[in-house]
């Protein structure tokens, strides 16, 4: 039997949330820190890995976060969770509302989410509604409704969530024994790069576990922080980073820069490139998590980085099955044959 407890329980020791809650869980995090050998041969780097964040229960790196708001939530006597979400964090308030017995209500940009993520959002029985506009508009009404109905606000915004996001930092240096030289991973609202930069420097301080180089990507068409003013209208077919006002925007590039790192853009193409490669890797992925993997070949090819003989981790923050409809072959034709092995062997040799 697994002695996996959730986050919350493994690492409550190192979490500043309240005493005495009781984890509403789903037995998040755990997540498998796999080596992807054939792109660290490409950049001579000593060790690549993969954070698979979508071997969470919904699917993506928001269930570490959700388990810590969801549960400071029922202990301050909440009925009722609501937010705004690109997909992800809807299914995931969705999971741990059922799973705590809460009201949830979920506001998403009209035809911008990916039918895998509000599946799951309406399957565990949200209350769903479109809004004619982006994400950020819908963030911000839901700052507004909040106090109103009353409910709690579960974004990134609710610095429980960070708490719980940041144990992802600390599985990491738990598997590693240490902290890579880098950590790359996409930057949407901006929530994870701000939690993962606290976990690994609460950890530093408490273990002396270093620190690793923190590497954001955003979308060409969605690069607030990067063209250092918010975009209106964002577009990229990474939905999970199609955002303009990113809630964190001052804290991720407060932990580029203490980390001495840097947040850079790359374009959609070298997001499905990398996505490929991934796949090609044996992980399957959506679109935004492959943002660290595109941001890091642009780096180092470039020069701008090196990365020769160090370690670095990329952060994918959901699963394939997110967003299935934007895989390069998923439209590919599939070969039919008929149902005898001569004409299986014919259409092999082709």
């Known amino acids: 039997m697994s002695s996996w407890r959730g986050v919350l329980e493994q690492y409550r020791e190192w979490l500043e949330l309240p005493q005495g809650i009781s984890p509403v869980t789903l037995l998040e995090g755990n997540t498998p820190l796999l080596s ?7 950049w001579n780097s000593s060790a690549a890995y993969v954070k698979v964040e979508g071997m ?3 699917g ?3 269930d570490r976060g959700m388990t810590a708001a969801v549960s400071v939530a ?7 969770l609501i937010c705004a979400s690109t997909g992800n964090t809807a299914a995931s308030a969705a999971a ?6 809460l009201r949830c209500i979920v506001l998403i940009p009209e035809g911008q989410v990916a039918a895998g993520k509000l599946a799951g959002a309406r399957a565990h029985g949200a209350e769903v ?3 004619q506009g ?5 963030l911000e009404l839901v700052q507004e409704l909040a106090p109103l109905l009353p409910a709690v606000l579960v974004n990134s915004l609710n610095p429980d969530r960070l708490e719980g996001q940041a144990t992802a930092a600390f599985e990491i240096l738990d598997h590693l024994g240490g902290a890579p030289d880098w950590l790359a991973l996409p930057v949407g609202n901006a929530g994870n790069i701000s939690a993962l930069w606290l976990g690994f420097r609460r950890m530093a301080e408490k273990r002396s576990s270093g620190t690793p180089r923190i590497l954001g990507a955003q979308a060409a068409g969605a690069a607030p922080l990067v063209v250092g003013s918010p975009v209106e209208n964002p577009r990229t077919v990474a939905s999970a980073i199609r955002i303009g006002r990113p809630a964190r925007g001052p804290q991720a590039l407060a932990a580029a820069r203490e980390s001495g790192g840097g947040i850079v853009s790359v374009p959609d193409s070298e997001i499905l490139r990398a996505q490929a490669d991934l796949a090609s890797e044996g992980i399957w992925v959506e679109p935004a998590s492959a943002a660290g993997v595109a941001a890091a070949r642009a780096e180092i090819e470039s020069g701008r980085i090196d990365i020769k003989g160090k370690t670095i981790v990329f952060i994918a923050t959901g699963h394939g099955l997110k967003d299935p409809a934007l895989y390069p072959h998923v439209n590919d034709p599939i070969l039919t044959v008929l149902a005898n092995p001569r004409a299986l062997m014919e259409a092999l040799r082709t």
């Open 60 to 62: 993506s790196f928001k």
């Open 129 to 131: 509604v479109q809004i």
């Open 36 to 42: 992807i050998p054939h792109l660290a041969a490409d």
């Open 74 to 80: 029922v202990a301050g006597g909440a009925r009722a």
């Open 96 to 101: 741990y509302a059922a799973r705590a017995g």
């Open 56 to 58: 969470n229960p919904t």
């Open 134 to 138: 982006s994400f950020d508009a819908a």
